[in-house]
């Protein structure tokens, strides 16, 4: 829409490091399935009222003379690729707006002791530096490096989620650890529950807090993630990745195993030959990567060592 403001903001550019719009939904989510409602029916014809309950479609669809994701796929829950698509062909309005395979290296104030002055954007397009100048910025940077963890033992023996393949055949007849309680770690047992003999979702479980409302320590206390239909919030854990719950719940071979975030961490090592195991250690019992312990009596682990732990 700022294509068409009758203003100043009409004058605008977008630095985007991959060569395509919505490069990070042609990967992301890892097993394709999105979160966000593709509700193609209402009860008002009202556009601004149908734009409220089309979770993936931008201001500006009809304008741009692209077809909304409502009119892309039936499902609920689309295709990432779906989306992927619908991001691509938006952009092509507004191609000439947009600088592709462009690194944003640097943004500083172009006037330090003038806050009106704007700012000076440093880049990296084909191999060549270059310096912009804007009177404002707006930095939608999104997700840049994986979240991997440091300083546990065993960490390097783990998958991470942007390691995974789209679909679980590969852990066919497998037991699985999933470690996490996010929308990323249920959406990735949900997907490994077809293929698997078992799987172990291994969370940390929030410390009580006295300062909480009673419904908040009930619920930390349930050592339950937070649910989207009780704090209303939809980027909390959804019920369409849920379904761990239910064999969890009905003993059917699926466990959910928490750990005091604040007092014990996982310990992971390769045991029975190629096997993973984890071990829930006391945090107290661990030393190095910056904590100097004795993890026994006889045994002290300078800070400046990587991480061991008693098990």
């Known amino acids: 829409f700022l294509r068409r403001e009758a203003s100043p903001l009409s004058d605008y550019v977008i630095f985007e490091r991959r060569s395509n719009a919505g490069s990070f939904f042609s990967k992301f989510p890892i097993h394709r399935m999105l979160i966000s409602l593709n ?29 909304p994701v409502t009119a892309r796929s039936h499902e609920l829950y689309p295709h990432a690729d779906v989306l992927a698509q619908y991001l691509r062909e938006f952009a092509e309005e507004q191609a000439e707006n947009i600088e592709f395979n462009t690194d944003v290296r640097r943004v500083s104030r172009a006037n330090s002791a003038d806050i009106l002055a704007g700012f000076k954007v440093e880049i990296l397009k084909d191999g060549r530096e270059e310096t912009r100048m804007c009177r404002l910025v707006v930095m939608a940077t999104g997700l840049q490096t994986p979240n991997k963890p440091r300083n546990l033992v065993g960490s390097d023996l783990l998958t991470g989620y942007d390691e995974l393949p789209s679909s679980g055949t590969s852990f066919e007849n497998k037991t699985v650890l999933v470690w996490g309680f ?67 719940l009905l003993k059917a071979l699926d466990v959910k195993l928490p750990y005091s975030g604040d007092e014990e961490e996982p310990v992971f090592f390769q045991c029975l030959g190629s096997m993973l195991c984890v071990w829930v250690s006391r945090s107290d019992r661990c030393g190095g990567a910056g904590t100097e312990r004795h993890i026994l009596p006889k045994l002290l682990v300078p800070k400046d060592s990587p991480r061991r732990c008693a098990v």
Not at 41 to 50: D, V
């Open 39 to 67: 509700k193609r029916n209402t009860r008002s014809q009202s556009p601004e009222f149908r734009m409220r309950h089309d979770w993936n479609s931008l201001i500006g669809s009809d304008e741009a003379g692209v077809a």
């Open 182 to 248: 996010g929308n990323a770690a249920h959406e990735t047992a949900r997907e490994l529950q077809k293929f698997t003999q078992a799987i172990t979702l291994l969370h940390r479980r929030p410390p009580l807090r006295p300062e909480d409302a009673l419904a908040g320590q009930i619920q930390r206390a349930s050592g339950l993630p937070r649910f989207a239909f009780f704090t209303h919030y939809p980027g909390d854990i959804r019920t369409v990745t849920m379904q761990i719950y239910d064999s969890y």
